[in-house]
C-alpha cells in the first residue's frame, strides 16, 4: 500500500501549482503484510495524517513530506469508527467488539527529538520545529546557523533565525553577529536582510525592534516605521518611543501609549496640544501626574492651551482648583483664570465660595470691572463673600453692584446717594427692583434720605418706588412721609399711580385732598364720581369744608352714598337753586322725591316744587315722591300732578294708588273705584281702607283673585264679616284656605270664630249652592281639618234631611266612612238605612286592624251576598263572610255552621285552611275530603308529619291521587305506608305503577332505621349499593357480599370490609379488601381501619395477596413495604430489592426513616438516584455506611457541599480510607477547600498522597501544605523540588520560617528562596552566616550588584579566605569594578589571585576597543593619513602602556615605582612622551600648542613623598585609565578635527569619574580629601589637559 498526498479544489494553473507528493510506500511491518488501511484522520493542528489499519496499527505521517514518522499497534480489535479531535489536534475511534474508546494524540514536547534522535531525520525535525514551533531542534538549529554564516549564506541565516522554534536564535547575539558582518556591494545591509525576514514572518521582539528603529531613524525613514506600527509589526517600548520622539512625536506618542509609558505618552500628548486626553490617560492607565508641575510649565509656553488643560482637570477632579488660581495668578494671566474660574464654579457650590470671591477680586481689582458686572449681572454665584464685594465694587465705580450686595443702611444709604448725585447715572429700573430687596423699615429711612438731600431732583425716583412698594411699605407711612415734608405735589404723583388700583380708603382720601391742593378739580371730580373705596363721609366733611368752586364732587359723594338731605341743604343755602334742578333732572331724577321732601322740610316755595316736578315729569318715582310727601300730610298738593298723569293713560300702579288714596280720603265714590279701577295694588289700598272702612278693605282684598286671602280672612275675622267670609270660602274651592281657617288653636276665641263660620256654611253658603263641586270641596275641607263631627253634622244635613244630594253614593259612603272613624256606634244604623254605598269596599275598612268592626264587616257581605245577582258574586261574598268568622272573630263553630248552611265546596277548603292552622289537623282533612280539594297537599302533608298523624293521612292521599298526578302524593304515599308498618301494602302499592321517588324515600327510611322496608324499596329499584348496607345492618353479611358484588362500588366494598373486619369475618374482609387496595384513593384509608382494630397482620396477609393482582399499582407495594417496617422489619430488605422500582420511594423512605432502618433507606436513595441524600444520610447514620457504597453515591451527587461533609466525616470515622476518597473526589473538589478543612480538623499527614497528587495544579494552599509536610518530616530533597516545580504559594513567608531551622540543609533552602525573590542581600547573609560561600557567590552573581558583589570581596578579604576571593572575581567578572578588585588584593596580598582577573579584563576591554575602531573608522583620507596612524599609535601604547592593566614595563602592574620618579607609560605620546632624560620618548613627536612643555614634571603639591605613597599611587592609576577610556570612546572625527588641538581632553564625565574614584579612595584611606583632590584638580584643571570644548 502507498500513501497519495494532493491538494484538490485548486486549479492545476494557479500561480505555485497543485501541492502534490509522489506516492510513498507505507511501511507495513513484517507480521502484518496483508493489513490495510481502514480510517485515515488529518490533524489540522499539526499537519499530520493518523492512519489506522484492521489489525490495529497506527502510523502517523507528515503531510508536507508523506514521510511516516510513527508506527504502532495501539489496539488488537478493528477500529470501525474514527473522528477528529479538535482540542487536541489528535483523534478518536471506537473498536469493534469492545467499545473501547481510544484517544490518540501527539506529545509536542518529544516529537522533534523523536524525529531527530530516533528517525535521524535532522531536516525533517528542522521542518516540523520550524512549522509547528516546537521544541527539540535547538542544537540543529545553532548548528545550521553557524554552518551558513561561516559559508557566507546571509539570506540562509537570516531564514534560520527567524524560523527558530520558540525564537531560540532571535536574541541580540545574533543581531550583533549580523551587523558585524560586511555588507555586499548593490545588496542590503545583511542585517537589512535579517530584518526584513522576520517582518515577513511576523512580529518583532522588542530588542529587534528597537534594533531595526535605530538605522532607520539615521536615514530619515520614518514612513518605514509608521506603517510597521500600523501594521503591528513591532514591539512597542519605552526605549522605542525615545528614539522615535527625536524625529516624530505623533509616532511615539503611538509607541508610549502601546508600550504603557504613561509619563512619556502624557508629555507627547501636552506638546501636540491634546489637553483634553490626557485627564482621561491617566485615569484610565492608573498614573499618578504632577498636574500642577505640568500646568505652571505650560502657562508661561502656551497659555492658552494651559487654560484648556486647565478645564479638563477641574472638570475631572484631578488638581485643586485653588492651585491653578495661584499658578495663572503668578503668572499674571487674569483673563486665563477668569475664563478657567467661570468654568470650574458653574455648579455655584456652597464650598467655592473662596473662589467666587476671588474670581470677583481678580476683576476688580485687576482693571477688569466689566466682567465683574457681567458675572453679577448674570447671577452666576451665590456663595461669595458679599459684603467684601459690594466694597470692592464701590470703590470700582459700580455703585449699582455695591448696592446689590449691601445689607448695611447705612452703606446703603451711601452708595444711594453717590448713584443719584449724578443723573446720567442713573439707572431707574434699577432703583426700583432694588428697593423691592430692602425691608420696609429700611425703605423708609432711604426715600426720607432722598427726599431730605433733593427733595425736587429726587421727587421723582421717590414716588415711582413709593407707588411700587406700596404694598410693602404701606400707605399709611409713604403718605406720613410725603406730608412731613410737606410734598403734596409727590404725594398727589405717588397716590395717583395707586389710587386706580388700591382698596385702602386713605389713599384715596389723601389723593383727593391732595388733587385738591393741587386745584387737580377734574380729578377730584373722576374719584368721586368713581371710586368706590373711599370714606363717604370723610370726603363729603372735606368738600362741604374745602367749598369748591364747583360743587359737583359733592353731589356725586352724596348722591351715590345717599346724602341727598345734606346735599340738598348744602345747594339750597348756599342759594344753587340751578344744581338741584341740574341733579334731578340728568343725574339722579329717581332721587326727586328725597329732594322734594328736603326742601319741604325747608319750607321751600311749592311753587318751585311743582315746577320741579313738571320739569323731572314720568322720571319721577310715584311712590317714594307719595310716601314723602304723605309723611309731611300735603298729600292734596300732588293731587293735580297725579290726575293728570293719570288722563295720559299712565298705568302705573303706584300713580293710581295715590289717587285712589286721596278719593278714599275725600269719600269721591270710592266702592266704584275700587270695583271698576284696574291698575291700583289691593294690598296698598286694602291696608290703607282697613282703618277708615272694613267693607272697603273687602272689597279691595277680593279683588286681588287670591293674593290678599290672609288680609281678607283677618280683616272679616276681626270685623265679623263671617258671612262674607263663608260665601267667599265656598267659592273660591281653596283647599289651602279652608285648612287655614278651620285648622284649630289654643284660644278661644279662634274657636268662636271658626263655630260662627262653620254655622254660616252650614246655614248659609252650601244651601245657597247649587254647584256640587262647591259641596265636595267643602266636604273635603272638613275632612281635611279633622272635624269628623262637623262633618258628620254637614252631610247628615245633606243625606239623610232631604236634599238634591241625598242618593249621593260618594256621600253615603262618605257619611258611613266618617262614623266608622268618629262615631263607631252609629255605623251599623247607617248600614242598615241606606242601601247606595259600596258595600264590599266598606266592609274591608271595616274589618281592618283599624277599625276592627267584624261584626259589621260580616253583616255587610251577608247582606250584600243575599242581593248578589251573580252566583259567582255570592259565593265569593259568603268565603269573605266565613273568612271573617274564622280569620277575625275565632269562631270555627259558627264558621263550620255558616259552611253547612251555605254548603259551597269553596266554603269548605276556607274553612280546612283555617281548621289545619289552628291544628286540627283531622278536621280540616275532613273538611278537604268534603271539598273534595287537593291544591294544598304540602301543607296538609306537612301538617300531617308534624302531627305524625300518618294513619290519617293515608285517606286523604288516596283522594288526592285521583286529582292530582304529582310524584309526590305518590312518594309521600309509599313513606306513609311504611311509617305505619303497612309492608304488605306498601309491597303492593310499588308493584304497581307509580310515580313515587322510591329512592329518596329509601335512603329516608334507611337513614330512620326501617331498614326491613328500605330494604324493600331498594330491591325494586335494584340498589344494590343501599341494599348491601341494608344487609348489614341486618347483620347478614352474605347477603350484603353478594350485593356488593352486583354494585360494584368503592365505597360500597369500604363499608362492607369494614363491617366485616368489626365483627371478625375476616373472610369475608379479605373478599372486599380486594377490591378497594386496587385503588390507590382508599388504600390508606383501608390501612388506617385495621391498624386501628388491632389487625396489622391480616392486612399484611391482604397486601401480599394483592400483590398479585392485574391491577397491582405501586400504592400497594410501597403499603406493603410500610407495614413491613412497623410490623416485620426483617423483610424489608428483600421486599425493596425485588419490588424498589414499583414503589413510592420518598414514602417508604420516610417510614425507613422513621423506623431507623438505615441501611433499607441507603439503598432506596441511591436506587432513586438521590445520591446527596444518601450520601448525607450514611454520614448521618454510621452504621448504614459501606465504603464501596459512599464511593459510588458520592461521585454522583450534585452539591458540591457534600464533598466537604464527607471529607470530614472520613476524617472522623474512616480516616484510613480517606486518601482513596479524595483520589475518586479529586477532579470535582475544590482543593484548597480540602487542604483548609483538612487543616482545620489537623489531619493533614493523612492526605499527603493526595496532595503530591494535585500538586501539578500549583495552587498556592496546596503548595503551601506540602511544604508544611515536608517541614514537619525534615525532608529537605523533597521540600527543595517542591519549591523549584511549583512556585505559587508564599514564598518569603517559607523563607523566613525555615531561615532559623535546626537543619543547615533548611536555611540553605531559605537563602535559595530569597535568591528567587531577588532579595540577594537577605540570601547572601544567611549564606555567609552559615559558612556556605559558594551559595553566597552564585547569589551575587545572579543579583547583577556590584555592590554586594563588591561587600563580599571585602567579606573573603576579613575572613583571609583567598580561593573564595579568586571565585568572585571569576563568578562575578561582569559586577565588580576593577579598581576595587585591584585595590583589594593589593591592600591583602592578593595579587596572584587576582591576576585570572585583570588579564581576562584586559582582553576583554582590547576586543572592545577594537570593535569600537572598526565600527568608527573614518574613510581613508590621505592628508590625514599620517595624523591618523599616529593616533592610532598613541593610543596602542596607551593600551597596551596602562599600568592598570598589569602590562606595564617595570613588571606587575602593582608594583610602584622608584621613589618619586613617574612610569614612562604614564605619560602616553599624546602628551608629547616622557620628559627628556626619560626612556621611552617618541622621537619625532614635536610639542603641541598648549601641550606642558619639555622637562621634568612640575613638583605636585601635597605632602613631601606623595608617590611613595599608596593612595597617590592608585589615583595616578585612576588618572591614566580614564584618560586611555577617553582616548577611546572620544570619535576619530574629532581626533582628527583640525580645530581642535591634537592633545585629547578629557571629557566631563570622565572628569566626575575621577572625582567620585579620587573621593571613594580617600575615604576608604581615612587620608584627608584635600592633598589628593588638589592634585587631581590640578591635572584635570591643567590646560594641558582641557579644551574649550569640554
Not at 279 to 292: E, I, Q
Not at 843 to 861: H, M, P
Not at 1109 to 1136: C, N, Q, R, W
Request: aromatic share 8%; with cysteine; net charge negative.
Amino acid at each position: 500500500a502507498k500513501l497519495f498526498v494532493m491538494e484538490v479544489g485548486r486549479d492545476k494553473d494557479a500561480p505555485g501549482g497543485v501541492f502534490r507528493l509522489a506516492p510513498v510506500p507505507i511501511p507495513v511491518p513484517a507480521d502484518a503484510p496483508n493489513d490495510f488501511p481502514v480510517s485515515m484522520v488529518p490533524s489540522a493542528k499539526h499537519d499530520i495524517l493518523y492512519m489506522i489499519t484492521k489489525m490495529g496499527y497506527l502510523y502517523l505521517f507528515d503531510v508536507f513530506s508523506g514521510k511516516a514518522l510513527y508506527r504502532a499497534r495501539i489496539t488488537t480489535d478493528t477500529v470501525f469508527v474514527t473522528c477528529p479531535q479538535t482540542s487536541t489536534g489528535g483523534m478518536l475511534g471506537i473498536t469493534a467488539r469492545k467499545g473501547q474508546l481510544l484517544q490518540v494524540s501527539v506529545n509536542e514536547q518529544t516529537l522533534v527529538p523523536y524525529v531527530v534522535s530516533t528517525l535521524r531525520d535532522n531536516a525533517l525535525g528542522i521542518a516540523l520545529a520550524s512549522r509547528l514551533n516546537l521544541p527539540g531542534a535547538d542544537d540543529l538549529y545553532v548548528a545550521e546557523f553557524q554552518r551558513q554564516l561561516q559559508v557566507g549564506d546571509v539570506a540562509g541565516a537570516a531564514k534560520t533565525a527567524a524560523d527558530s522554534p520558540q525564537g531560540l536564535l532571535r536574541t541580540a547575539e545574533t543581531i550583533q553577529r549580523f551587523q558585524a558582518i560586511p555588507g555586499q556591494p548593490g545588496q542590503p545591509q545583511p542585517v537589512f536582510q535579517y530584518f526584513h525576514m522576520l517582518l515577513e514572518k511576523g512580529k518583532l521582539n522588542q530588542l529587534e525592534s528597537i534594533e531595526l528603529a535605530k538605522p532607520v531613524l539615521q536615514q530619515g525613514r520614518t514612513q518605514f516605521l509608521e506603517k510597521w506600527l500600523t501594521e503591528d509589526k513591532l514591539e512597542c517600548s519605552e526605549q522605542l518611543g525615545d528614539l522615535v520622539m527625536q524625529a516624530d512625536v505623533n509616532m511615539a506618542l503611538s509607541v508610549y501609549l502601546r508600550a504603557n509609558v504613561p509619563e512619556k505618552a502624557i508629555n507627547c500628548m501636552l506638546q501636540r496640544g491634546e489637553f483634553d486626553k490626557i485627564a482621561a490617560y491617566a485615569t484610565k492607565v492608573g498614573y499618578r501626574c504632577d498636574y500642577s508641575f505640568m500646568l505652571s510649565s505650560l502657562v508661561r509656553q502656551n497659555p492658552q492651551g494651559a487654560l484648556e488643560f486647565a478645564k479638563q482637570l477641574a472638570a475631572g477632579s484631578l488638581i485643586d482648583p485653588n492651585q491653578v488660581v495661584e499658578i495663572f495668578m503668578g503668572a499674571n494671566r487674569i483673563q486665563e483664570t477668569t475664563a478657567f474660574l467661570l468654568e470650574a464654579l458653574k455648579g455655584n457650590k456652597p464650598e467655592e465660595g473662596y473662589l467666587q470671591t476671588k474670581l470677583l477680586e481678580i476683576n476688580l481689582r485687576g482693571g477688569s470691572p466689566q466682567v465683574a458686572d457681567a458675572i453679577l449681572q448674570n447671577a452666576m454665584f451665590t456663595h461669595y463673600d458679599r459684603q467684601y464685594v459690594a466694597k470692592l465694587c464701590e470703590a470700582a465705580g459700580l455703585a449699582q453692584r455695591a448696592l446689590e450686595h449691601y445689607t448695611d443702611v447705612d452703606d446703603i444709604k451711601r452708595s444711594l446717594l453717590a448713584m443719584c448725585a449724578s443723573p446720567q447715572g442713573v439707572n431707574p429700573e434699577f432703583v426700583l427692583s432694588y428697593f423691592g430687596s430692602l425691608s420696609p423699615e429700611a425703605s423708609l429711612e432711604c426715600l426720607k434720605e432722598l427726599l431730605a438731600r433733593n427733595m425736587r431732583g429726587n421727587m421723582q425716583i421717590v414716588t415711582q418706588v413709593a407707588a411700587k412698594y406700596n404694598e410693602q411699605i404701606g400707605a399709611q407711612p409713604l403718605i406720613d412721609l410725603f406730608e412731613g415734608f410737606k410734598c403734596y405735589e409727590g404725594l398727589f404723583y405717588y397716590l395717583g399711580q395707586i389710587v386706580n388700583f388700591s382698596q385702602d380708603p386713605l389713599v384715596h382720601f389723601k389723593y383727593i385732598e391732595a388733587a385738591a391742593k393741587c386745584q387737580q378739580f377734574k380729578e377730584v371730580e373722576r374719584v368721586c364720581r368713581d371710586s368706590t373705596v373711599y370714606d363717604a363721609v370723610q370726603v363729603k366733611d372735606f368738600l362741604m369744608d374745602a367749598k369748591l368752586p364747583d360743587p359737583r364732587p359733592l353731589i356725586h359723594v352724596c348722591d351715590r352714598h345717599d346724602f341727598v338731605d345734606e346735599m340738598t341743604a348744602y345747594l339750597y343755602s348756599n342759594g344753587l337753586l340751578k344744581y338741584i334742578e341740574v341733579y334731578c333732572n340728568k343725574v339722579s331724577p329717581q332721587k326727586t322725591p328725597a329732594v322734594v321732601g328736603k326742601l319741604l322740610d325747608l319750607d321751600c316755595n311749592e311753587d318751585f316744587v311743582r315746577t320741579l316736578l313738571n320739569a323731572v315729569g314720568h322720571a319721577c318715582p310715584v311712590e317714594e315722591l307719595v310716601e314723602q310727601v304723605e309723611h309731611r300730610n300735603r298729600l292734596r298738593l300732588l293731587q293735580p300732578w297725579l290726575e293728570a298723569r293719570i288722563a295720559t293713560g299712565n298705568q302705573e300702579v303706584g300713580t293710581h294708588n295715590a289717587i285712589g288714596k286721596i278719593y278714599v280720603t275725600l269719600n269721591r265714590d270710592p266702592v266704584s273705584f275700587l270695583t271698576n279701577d284696574q291698575y291700583y295694588d289691593p294690598k296698598v289700598l286694602g291696608k290703607y281702607c282697613e282703618k277708615l272702612d272694613p267693607s272697603l278693605a273687602f272689597l279691595a282684598y277680593k279683588r286681588a283673585n287670591g293674593e290678599c286671602d290672609e288680609d281678607l280672612i283677618r280683616v272679616t275675622t276681626e270685623n265679623g264679616l263671617f258671612k262674607d267670609q263663608a260665601r267667599y270660602l265656598v267659592e273660591k274651592q281653596d283647599l289651602e284656605l279652608w285648612a287655614t281657617v278651620l285648622r284649630p288653636s289654643d284660644d278661644p276665641t279662634d274657636d268662636s270664630n271658626r263655630r260662627a263660620l262653620i254655622d254660616q256654611v252650614v246655614q248659609t253658603a252650601l244651601p245657597e249652592t247649587k254647584d256640587p263641586d262647591h259641596v265636595s270641596t267643602t266636604v273635603k275641607a272638613f275632612m281635611a281639618a279633622d272635624l269628623p263631627s262637623e262633618l258628620i253634622e254637614l252631610l247628615e244635613r245633606i243625606v239623610l234631611q232631604g236634599s238634591d244630594f241625598s242618593e249621593n253614593k260618594n256621600l253615603q259612603n262618605l257619611l258611613i266612612l266618617t262614623a266608622i272613624k268618629a262615631d263607631k256606634d252609629r255605623v251599623m244604623e247607617y248600614i242598615n238605612r241606606l242601601d247606595n254605598f259600596d258595600g264590599p269596599e266598606i266592609a274591608k275598612i271595616a274589618v281592618s286592624d283599624q277599625y276592627q268592626l267584624y261584626e259589621e264587616g260580616f253583616v255587610i257581605y251577608t247582606k250584600f251576598a243575599k242581593r248578589a245577582e251573580q252566583p259567582a258574586e255570592t259565593t265569593e261574598l259568603n268565603v269573605m263572610a266565613v273568612g271573617v268568622l274564622v280569620d277575625m272573630l275565632r269562631s270555627m263553630e259558627r264558621a263550620a255552621e255558616f259552611a253547612e248552611r251555605v254548603n259551597e265546596s269553596q266554603v269548605w277548603s276556607r274553612l280546612a285552611k283555617a281548621q289545619l292552622s289552628e291544628g286540627t289537623v283531622g278536621e280540616a282533612i275532613a273538611s278537604y275530603i268534603k271539598a273534595n280539594d287537593a291544591e294544598n297537599y304540602r301543607e296538609v302533608i306537612d301538617a300531617a308529619e308534624r302531627e305524625d298523624s300518618y294513619e290519617s293521612l293515608v285517606p286523604y292521599l288516596t283522594m288526592a291521587r285521583k286529582n292530582v298526578k304529582e310524584p309526590t302524593l305518590d312518594t309521600m304515599l309509599i313513606y306513609s305506608y311504611a311509617k305505619a308498618d303497612k309492608l304488605g301494602d306498601l309491597e303492593e302499592f310499588i308493584a304497581a305503577p307509580n310515580v313515587g321517588s322510591i329512592q329518596s324515600i329509601g335512603e329516608r327510611c334507611f337513614d330512620e332505621g326501617m331498614f326491613a322496608a328500605a330494604k324493600l324499596l331498594f330491591a325494586s329499584i335494584n340498589n344494590n349499593a343501599k341494599l348491601a348496607l341494608c344487609y348489614i345492618n341486618l347483620e347478614q353479611y352474605r347477603e350484603a357480599v353478594d350485593a356488593a358484588q352486583k354494585a360494584n362500588s368503592v365505597s360500597t366494598w369500604k363499608e362492607v370490609n369494614k363491617a366485616c373486619v368489626k365483627v371478625g369475618e375476616f373472610r369475608l374482609a379479605r373478599i372486599a379488601g380486594l377490591q378497594i387496595i386496587v385503588h390507590p384513593d382508599h388504600l390508606e384509608e383501608l390501612t388506617l381501619l385495621y391498624e386501628r382494630e388491632g389487625q396489622p397482620m391480616e392486612l399484611i396477609q391482604l397486601m401480599e395477596q394483592g400483590l398479585g393482582l392485574d391491577a397491582a399499582h405501586s400504592g400497594i407495594f410501597t403499603e406493603l413495604g410500610v407495614l413491613y417496617s412497623k410490623y416485620l422489619p426483617e423483610k424489608l430488605m428483600e421486599h425493596i430489592k425485588i419490588f424498589w422500582s414499583r414503589m413510592n420511594t420518598p414514602k417508604l423512605m420516610r417510614a425507613c426513616e422513621k423506623a431507623l432502618l438505615w441501611d433499607e433507606a441507603v439503598f432506596l436513595l441511591k436506587e432513586d438516584e438521590q445520591y446527596d441524600t444518601a450520601v448525607k444520610t450514611m454520614i448521618a447514620h454510621s452504621t448504614a455506611f459501606q465504603h464501596d457504597l459512599f464511593l459510588d453515591c458520592v461521585q454522583k451527587v450534585r452539591n458540591a457541599e457534600v464533598y466537604y461533609k464527607s471529607i470530614t466525616f472520613y476524617v472522623e470515622q474512616q480516616p484510613l480510607l480517606l486518601v482513596r476518597l479524595l483520589q475518586v473526589l479529586t477532579p470535582n473538589v475544590d482543593h484548597s477547600r480540602v487542604v483548609h478543612l483538612v487543616r482545620k480538623l489537623e489531619n493533614l499527614p493523612l492526605v499527603l498522597p493526595y496532595l503530591k497528587s494535585i500538586q501539578k495544579e500549583n495552587l498556592t494552599a496546596v503548595n503551601e501544605a506540602v511544604n508544611e509536610l515536608y517541614i514537619e518530616d525534615e525532608d529537605y530533597d523533597q521540600l527543595r523540588s517542591s519549591i523549584d516545580d511549583f512556585d505559587n504559594f508564599d514564598q518569603v513567608a517559607l523563607a523566613q520560617k525555615i531561615e532559623k531551622h535546626e537543619l543547615l540543609e533548611f536555611r540553605r533552602i531559605a537563602a535559595y528562596i530569597y535568591k528567587k525573590n531577588k532579595r540577594y542581600q537577605k540570601a547572601v547573609a544567611l549564606s555567609k552566616a552559615d559558612k556556605m560561600y559558594k551559595d553566597s557567590i552564585e547569589t551575587v552573581a545572579e543579583s547583577g550588584d556590584s555592590d554586594l558583589a563588591e561587600e563580599i570581596l571585602r567579606f573573603f578579604c576579613d575572613v583571609c579566605d583567598k580561593e573564595c576571593f579568586c571565585a568572585t572575581l571569576f563568578t562575578c567578572y561582569h559586577q565588580i569594578k576593577p579598581d576595587v578588585a585591584i585595590e583589594l588584593a593589593w591592600r591583602n596580598g592578593y595579587t596572584d589571585f587576582v591576576m585570572p582577573y585583570v588579564i581576562q579584563y584586559a582582553r576583554h576591554l582590547h576586543d572592545k576597543v577594537d570593535m569600537l575602531d572598526k565600527r568608527t573608522a573614518p574613510k581613508e583620507d590621505p592628508e590625514n593619513k599620517a595624523e591618523q596612524e599616529a593616533a592610532a599609535a598613541a593610543a596602542a601604547g596607551m593600551m597596551y602602556g596602562d599600568p592598570a592593566m598589569g602590562l606595564g614595563p617595570g613588571g606587575p602592574a602593582l608594583l610602584a615605582p622608584p621613589p618619586g620618579m613617574m612610569p614612562e607609560s604614564a605619560y602616553p605620546p599624546q602628551f608629547g612622551g616622557p620628559p627628556p632624560g626619560m626612556p621611552g620618548g617618541m622621537p619625532g613627536m614635536p610639542p603641541q600648542p598648549g601641550m606642558m612643555p619639555p622637562g621634568p614634571m612640575p613638583p605636585m603639591p601635597g605632602a613631601p613623598g606623595m608617590y611613595e605613597h599608596d593612595d597617590a599611587r592608585l589615583l595616578q592609576l585612576l588618572i591614566a585609565r580614564a584618560i586611555v577610556v577617553a582616548s577611546v570612546v572620544v570619535p576619530h572625527t574629532f581626533l582628527s578635527s583640525s580645530s581642535a588641538p591634537p592633545l585629547l581632553s578629557v571629557t566631563a564625565s570622565a572628569r566626575r569619574g575621577l572625582d567620585d574614584a579620587r573621593s571613594a579612595a580617600a575615604a576608604r584611606r581615612g587620608v584627608a580629601a584635600s592633598s589628593s583632590s588638589s592634585a587631581s584638580s590640578r591635572c584635570l584643571s591643567s590646560p594641558h589637559l582641557a579644551s574649550p570644548a569640554d
